[in-house]
């Protein structure tokens, strides 16, 4: 059967964005379909990163049949008319590719956000006449205002409007966090069409070994230092911990506020904190799995309380223990699993007490490793939550090759 996936990132990107569709686009695959990969162009965090070798490290990917847009301006930013621009450009050369593409498909299958791709799989639902897989991996536009780019009703009336239209027009959803389902169902949407498909680890991840426990205790943060991250708060911790020298941060980041974090280490002369580029996924485990302790922080907005950061389920499953500076699903998460301390009014004072503490107990943060690693292991493994996705393709009502009952 062929199937068109739409998204925004796509390897070799890097990132959970990028990661989920590339696990979702082989587990198809393996299933039997043939799979059409409409995305953009590498951008993210930058163009330049992609030039690098290292990163196009799935030889199988390299040849697949991926079509990639260009759109003009790709620089990051905080500013709506100009995001809103970036995004309206990729929607035109999408549906401009869809209706050139003269294949015909069993479904289409389009992530968000934004949710102008997500429209694009709307779009590409009529051309082609086939079922929409919707997945839905963010809430947007809520998270414009949570990273406070704009609160105007009047701009983000629309917005709203499109997206419900969206999610009405989709044959079945998929969700990411189980956050988001209260929401989309006071969309109008019923509960038979929402499926939870978690971010996962894939069965060789698995075999990454952790370093053994040493007196120097190392702490680690690695992921997109963006606008949704209230990174800046590490900058404290770690000021607070300067005499502390039995402790290291290290850093392993990209993103919109990555030279300014930068920026911010050498002017405080936080001696203390080690940033490391950007990497491949593996590399970027292989990173965690040398590291005692791991950071997760998310700004605080009731549109983050929803979500379920991907970086959050690498961490336990390379058995860190972990200090979040985070609420809602993200915090409910960590405290279900047993795999950490954390801090849902992001307290500074509160969250040196937790990392010294489990600097000072090895025992305390192995043991809330290894719950971390139970816990991914019982919900967040590809091997398990594959079925939920085909699952979602089988309702919609189209017979897929090996996946129909």
Known sequence: MNVLMICQNFYPEIGSAANRMKNIFKRMEQQGSDVHVLTSEPLYPTAELYTDAMFWDEP????ANITRIQPRDLRATTNLWRRLRLFLEQFVLAVREVRQDQKQYSYIYATTPSIFMGLVGVVAKFIKKAPLVLDVRDLWPESLVGVGITKSRVLLAPLYWLEKWMYHRADQIVINSEGFR???????????????IPNSIEENEWLIKRRKVSEQVRVVYTGNIGLAQDVFLLLDVAEQLQEDTNIEFHVVGYGYHKEKFEEHVL???????????AMPRWDALKQLAKSDIAFATLVESTAFDTVTPGKIIDYMAMGCAIVGAVSGHAAKVIEEAGAGFVSRERCRETIVGQIRYLAEHPEAREAMGQSGVAYVQTHFDWEQNQERLFEAIRKTNFQVVGVSK
């Open 60 to 63: 199988s990917l390299d040849a």
């Open 267 to 277: 002017k405080r002369g936080l001696t203390n904190i080690h940033f490391m580029n």
């Open 182 to 196: 209260s929401y989309i169902e006071s969309k109008g949407i019923a509960p038979e069409k929402i499926h939870y």
